[in-house]
């Protein structure tokens, strides 16, 4: 059986950003903060009853802006999360906070509550940068905000960053991590703007955005800095160093199982042979009511040729790839079904083959990881 976690979304944030295309939502005053826990109180007992006598390893707080709620409702939450699931002893909690919002609450309120994983969402050191994103924190903000962390006690602190923005340079992006790393965060998540659907800067693109000669080339200057400063790289975003790796993300990109709560929220789970998925009505308002109505969401299984796609659509994002074996674990199906598709990346150097079935991407497989994933596609 897969290992499993437990993910809780918490959509509010003070206001939307031009690039975000997660579930978010503005607004999150004190009467929808306590109207909405007390929906997910609910719904973590009806996903107990899901995970059964399974473990949790990992519990992740995202949003929204999940530091918009006060260190006290999340105490709550997570206080409940522990009476209704095993939670392993040394079990990740993680919650995302934005430095312009930590300052709801003490950071060590939210690390008295149970959070042991603190991820700041600074973006960028560069003050027009951030203008440029939409964000509503400056940078002395992500000082402070690390340094209050620190002070609280939290050893595992992530700092999210962004490259290829409108008019960044090479330089600029490096000194965003030279920045970041006198920080001395345990993980660097540094992950590319891109324009996704139903954003506004989809609709309309900002000016100035790297071509994609240049967004590579920031890219591997960005890599080699983070290699510089101690960090290792083990998932296409994702830096770590004294072995600091985000376990709840690990889950995913590994194919492992997960429980959802939350307005736009989703699970997968593993029963018998069959992978199933489900999600939250997205509208925080629309979610509440549902809870209330003590309906079940649809689960459906995953056909056979979606899931080699779903699989490999995470498991190529890391650096070490995926053994044939786990494949067969992690899905329920036969290694044959690969063979044609890794065959055919493997001609075209997208992949390699390594000892014992393990195959892993290739530095091209890594610059063109959509067209390595879409080998898979059914």
């Given at each position: 059986m897969?290992p499993l976690?437990?993910?809780?979304?918490?959509?509010?944030?003070?206001?939307k950003?031009?690039y975000?295309?997660?579930n978010?939502w503005?607004?999150?005053?004190a009467?929808?903060?306590?109207?909405y826990?007390g929906?997910l109180?609910?719904d973590?007992?009806?996903e107990?009853?899901?995970a059964?006598?399974?473990?949790?390893f990992?519990?992740?707080?995202?949003?929204?802006?999940?530091s918009l709620?006060?260190?006290?409702?999340?105490a709550?939450?997570?206080d409940?999360?522990r009476?209704?699931f095993?939670?392993v002893a040394?079990?990740?909690?993680?919650?995302?906070?934005?430095?312009?919002?930590?300052?709801c609450?003490?950071?060590?309120?939210?690390?008295?509550?149970?959070v042991n994983?603190?991820?700041?969402?600074a973006?960028?050191f560069?003050?027009a940068?951030?203008?440029r994103l939409?964000?509503?924190h400056s940078?002395d903000?992500?000082?402070?905000?690390?340094?209050e962390?620190?002070?609280?006690?939290f050893?595992?602190i992530n700092?999210d960053l962004?490259?290829?923005l409108p008019?960044?340079?090479?330089?600029e992006?490096?000194?965003?991590?030279?920045r970041?790393v006198?920080?001395?965060?345990d993980?660097?998540?540094?992950?590319?703007l891109?324009?996704?659907p139903?954003?506004?800067?989809?609709?309309?693109?900002?000016?100035?955005l790297?071509?994609q000669?240049?967004?590579?080339?920031?890219?591997?200057?960005?890599?080699?800095?983070?290699?510089d400063?101690?960090?290792?790289q083990?998932?296409?975003?994702?830096w770590a160093r004294?072995?600091?790796?985000?376990?709840?993300n690990?889950n995913?990109?590994?194919?492992?199982?997960?429980?959802?709560?939350?307005?736009?929220a989703?699970?997968?789970l593993?029963?018998?042979?069959?992978?199933?998925?489900?999600?939250?009505?997205?509208n925080p308002?629309g979610?509440?009511?549902f809870v209330?109505?003590?309906?079940d969401?649809?689960?459906?299984?995953?056909?056979?040729?979606?899931?080699?796609?779903?699989?490999?659509?995470?498991?190529?994002?890391?650096?070490?790839?995926?053994?044939?074996?786990?494949?067969?674990a992690?899905?329920?199906?036969?290694r044959?079904?690969?063979?044609?598709?890794c065959?055919?990346?493997?001609?075209?150097d997208?992949?390699?083959?390594?000892k014992?079935g393990?195959?892993?991407?290739t530095?091209?497989?890594?610059?063109f990881l959509n067209d390595?994933?879409?080998?898979?596609?059914?």
């Open positions: 897969p976690s437990l993910y809780v979304h918490l959509p509010w944030c003070v206001r950003c031009p975000c295309d997660f978010s503005a607004g999150g005053d009467g929808q903060r306590t109207e826990l929906a109180l609910v973590l007992a009806k107990a009853e899901r059964g006598d399974r473990e949790l990992s519990v992740f707080l995202g949003g929204g802006t999940p709620f006060t260190p006290a409702e999340i709550k939450l997570i409940s999360i009476s209704r095993t939670v040394e079990a990740e909690i993680t919650m995302e906070a934005n430095p312009g919002t930590i300052e609450g003490d950071p060590a309120g939210y690390r008295q509550a149970g994983r603190l991820s700041i969402g973006q960028s560069s003050q940068a951030l203008e939409g964000r509503i940078t903000d992500i000082l402070r905000a690390s340094a962390a620190r002070d609280a006690g050893d595992n700092i962004m490259h290829a008019e960044q340079t090479a330089e992006a490096v000194e965003d991590i030279r970041a006198e920080l001395a965060p993980h660097i998540s540094w992950y590319q891109t324009l996704e139903n954003t506004v800067f989809h609709a309309r693109p900002p000016s100035g790297p071509g000669e240049a967004a590579w080339g920031i890219q591997e200057a960005g890599w080699e800095a983070l290699t400063a101690g960090y290792a083990y998932e296409v975003s994702a004294n072995g600091r790796r985000c376990e709840h690990l995913y990109w590994r194919f492992g199982d997960y429980l959802a709560v939350g307005a736009g989703h699970g997968k593993t029963i018998g042979d069959l992978v199933y998925r489900y999600r939250k009505p997205s308002r979610y509440v009511e209330r109505s003590g309906d969401e649809p689960v459906e299984p995953i056909t056979a040729e979606n899931l080699v796609f779903e699989y490999m659509l995470n498991v190529l994002r890391l650096q070490e790839g995926f053994s044939e074996s786990d494949f067969e992690r899905t329920g199906l036969p044959d079904v690969l063979q044609a598709s065959e055919d990346a493997l001609q075209k997208l992949i390699e083959r390594k014992d393990v195959w892993r991407p530095e091209l497989g890594r610059r390595l994933q879409a080998e898979f596609l059914p």
